[in-house]
Nanobody, 121 residues
C-alpha cells in the first residue's frame, strides 16, 4: 500500500506562484511515475503533469505547459509542482498519484486526498 500526502495549496492572486509537494510513503518501491491531476468546480478530473523515476516529464500542453514545472526527489519519495503565472482557471483541487512504470497521463494506481488551490482575479 502507498500513502500520498499533498501540501502547499492555498489562496493566491492571479499572476502569483505556488509550489505543491506530495510525499509518498508505505511500500518500498522504485521505478514508478508520479503525476499531478486537478479537478475544478463542476468539471472532471484533468491531467496536469507527470514525471518518471528517471526524470522524464509529460505535461498537458494546452493548459499548463510553460507555466508549471514538475520535479521529484527520489531520495525523499517526493514530487513537486511549481506553478507560476497562475490564472483564475487554475483554481481546483490538485491531486498527486503514483503509477508503476513509464510516465503517462492515465492509469494511476494510488491517489492522494488533494490540496485546494484558489486563484483570485
Amino acid at each position: 500500500q502507498v500513502q500520498l500526502v499533498e501540501s502547499g495549496g492555498g489562496l493566491v492572486q492571479a499572476g502569483g506562484s505556488l509550489r505543491l509537494s506530495c510525499a509518498a510513503s508505505g511500500r518500498t518501491f522504485s521505478d514508478y511515475a508520479m503525476g499531478w491531476f486537478r479537478r475544478a468546480p463542476g468539471k472532471g478530473r484533468e491531467f496536469v503533469a507527470a514525471i518518471s523515476w528517471s526524470g522524464r516529464t509529460l505535461y498537458d500542453a494546452d493548459s499548463v505547459k510553460g507555466r508549471f514545472t514538475i520535479s521529484r526527489d527520489n531520495a525523499k519519495n517526493t514530487v513537486y509542482l511549481q506553478m507560476n503565472s497562475l490564472k483564475p482557471e487554475d483554481t481546483a483541487v490538485y491531486y498527486c498519484a503514483v503509477r508503476w512504470g513509464a510516465v503517462a497521463s492515465d492509469e494511476y494506481d494510488y491517489w492522494g486526498q488533494g490540496t485546494q488551490v484558489t486563484v483570485s482575479s
